[in-house]
């Protein structure tokens, strides 16, 4: 069993650390769309194709199903994907409703791209849950770089969040939804920036529990053997020790 996992850049790693730990007994091809990241900040029609170009890809390495580890891509792509290719594909969503689930009043402040805020998929989901008057948004895309960059001074990511949440009325908000993979990489600094009464969540282990019922889990938990892990970057196969040595990092931390 094969699953390709992917996202504009290192994002989806975080999701894909969720998946080794939920389904071991899985290989994986993890694909970095680096040329072209972030996608939070392109036009439809250039994620659109980007995301095409990807699972066209994955499909040619025979993969048993794809997971989108990109809010903002999922909110553009899946739906056409679904249509064109025969595997299952799995998208992410931001975890609006875990978060209603669990808090019956208050607000909740919802992260991400600009774009996927801005996306017909997003409001539906709001719509659907019928909370308009509970949600509130903010973009933040600034993390995806620092992501792709690899910084994670604390210091700075603290100045950053307390900056962009400065005008936001922490004492009416119960949670916020991290509705980014990148986002994640971030989860403990913005936990320390936050009143204790306000819960954080993101939808990584959500994805992974929708791909275990997808797939043929009877068979899978059979599978007796280490996960063999393969990372692309940009359609070419990560040779770099550097790099790899870092992909690494974040699923061993």
Do not use: W
């Not at 875990?98 to 808090?103: E, G, I, K, R, S």
């Amino acid at each position: 069993m094969k699953v390709g996992i992917f996202d504009s850049g290192v994002g989806g790693i975080t999701v894909l650390k969720t998946a080794l730990k939920l389904l071991p007994q899985v290989d994986y091809i993890y694909y970095s769309d680096n040329n072209h990241v972030p996608y939070g900040t392109k036009t439809k029609e250039e994620v659109l194709g980007y995301v095409n170009d990807v699972v066209a890809f994955l499909i040619s390495q025979q993969v048993d199903a794809i997971v989108i580890a990109c809010n903002t891509a999922t909110s553009i792509a899946v739906k056409t994907l679904r249509s064109r290719y025969p595997v299952p594909i799995i998208g992410m969503e931001p975890a609006v409703k875990l978060a209603f689930n669990h808090h019956s009043d208050g607000k909740v402040l919802v992260t991400a791209t600009s774009l996927t805020l801005k996306e017909e998929k997003f409001k539906n989901l709001v719509n659907r849950l019928g909370e308009e008057e509970r949600v509130c948004t903010l973009a933040l895309p600034e993390l995806v770089t620092f992501a792709e960059a690899f910084m994670f001074d604390e210091a700075q990511i603290k100045a950053y969040f307390k900056e962009k949440l400065k005008d936001y009325p922490l004492e009416e908000i119960v949670a916020i939804v991290l509705g980014c993979t990148h986002f994640v990489y971030f989860k403990k600094i913005l936990k320390e920036c936050l009143p204790p009464h306000i819960t954080v969540y993101d939808g990584n282990e959500g994805t992974i529990r929708h791909l275990k019922e997808l797939i043929d889990s009877e068979k899978v938990m059979h599978i007796r053997k280490e996960p063999e892990v393969t990372f692309y970057y940009s359609g070419k196969r990560c040779e770099s020790k550097e790099l790899l040595n870092k992909y690494l990092d974040i699923i061993e931390v």
